[in-house]
């Protein structure tokens, strides 16, 4: 009977690690920040259209953000140089507590989605206006509550040495879609966002811990009755 619950447990998957993601989905939206160029700083909101035809709105925590920068080049220190004209991008300024009340969020206007990410930078290491921990990828719910968070610095950082206009995805793939806006937090900037509104079935934990429960309690009746 141990060995059984033993199988019945091992067979309960672990979710948690499935919902961050260094990958775009197949068949994702998508919006780059072509569609504003040459945008002055702003709070917003700014509404910006995905090549599906879906509203986003974005918005920053300061007023030195962007949602269709391309006037000048963004230094990354480390990791490098996003260059002036080279394309526009979405970004938000560093603060005097290192970026942690810096951030700019997407929110979906259209329908909520249950994946989303984009393609990131930062500066690496720490300074007066920005420090690197303070980066992460957060999922809000419709009242603006969070859904998910993770701090790049430890989920995955992003290393691109002196490189130009480099980048890499970071995002939040869940099993329903509930996610109503995404929130890049820190000084970072963004070159596209991607997001999808398809769901795949994942059994809840409750769902297997259940089964098990159920399978352990048969295997006991059933050596009673011995």
């Known amino acids: 009977?141990?060995?059984?619950?033993?199988?019945?447990?091992?067979?309960?998957?672990a979710i948690a690690s499935a919902?961050?993601?260094?990958?775009?989905?197949?068949?994702?939206?998508?919006?780059?920040?072509?569609?504003?160029?040459?945008?002055?700083?702003?709070?917003?909101?700014?509404t910006l259209t995905a090549d599906?035809?879906?509203?986003?709105?974005?918005?920053?925590?300061?007023?030195?953000?962007?949602?269709?920068?391309?006037?000048?080049?963004?230094?990354?220190?480390?990791?490098?140089t996003w260059l002036n004209g080279a394309y526009s991008f979405a970004w938000v300024n560093g603060s005097e507590d290192g970026g942690y009340s810096s951030g700019m969020t997407f929110t979906f206007m259209?329908?909520?989605?249950?994946?989303?990410?984009?393609?990131?930078?930062?500066?690496?290491?720490?300074?007066?206006?920005?420090d690197a921990r303070a980066v992460s990828i957060i999922a809000l719910d419709s009242n603006g509550g969070i859904i998910e968070s993770y701090g790049?610095?430890?989920?995955?950082?992003i290393r691109t040495p002196g490189q130009l206009n480099a980048?890499?995805?970071?995002?939040?793939?869940?099993?329903?879609?509930?996610?109503?806006?995404?929130?890049?937090?820190?000084?970072?900037?963004?070159?596209?966002?991607a997001f999808s509104s398809s769901t795949s079935p994942v059994p809840e934990p409750t769902t297997w811990a259940m089964f098990a429960c159920g399978l352990a309690g048969l295997c006991l009746?059933?050596?009673?009755?011995r």
């Open 1 to 13: 009977m141990l060995r059984i619950i033993s199988l019945a447990i091992a067979l309960v998957p």
């Open 19 to 46: 919902t961050f993601t260094t990958q775009p989905t197949q068949g994702a939206k998508s919006i780059t920040f072509d569609e504003h160029p040459n945008q002055e700083v702003t709070l917003g909101p700014v």
């Open 52 to 80: 599906s035809g879906s509203l986003v709105s974005f918005t920053a925590t300061n007023q030195f953000g962007s949602a269709g920068f391309s006037g000048v080049g963004y230094g990354l220190g480390d990791n490098g």
């Open 110 to 130: 259209s329908a909520p989605v249950s994946f989303v990410g984009g393609l990131i930078n930062y500066i690496p290491g720490e300074g007066v206006y920005h």
């Open 152 to 157: 790049l610095e430890e989920a995955a950082p």
């Open 167 to 193: 980048g890499e995805f970071r995002g939040i793939s869940r099993s329903a879609a509930d996610i109503y806006a995404f929130r890049i937090q820190g000084a970072a900037v963004v070159r596209s966002i």
């Open 221 to 225: 009746i059933n050596r009673v009755k």
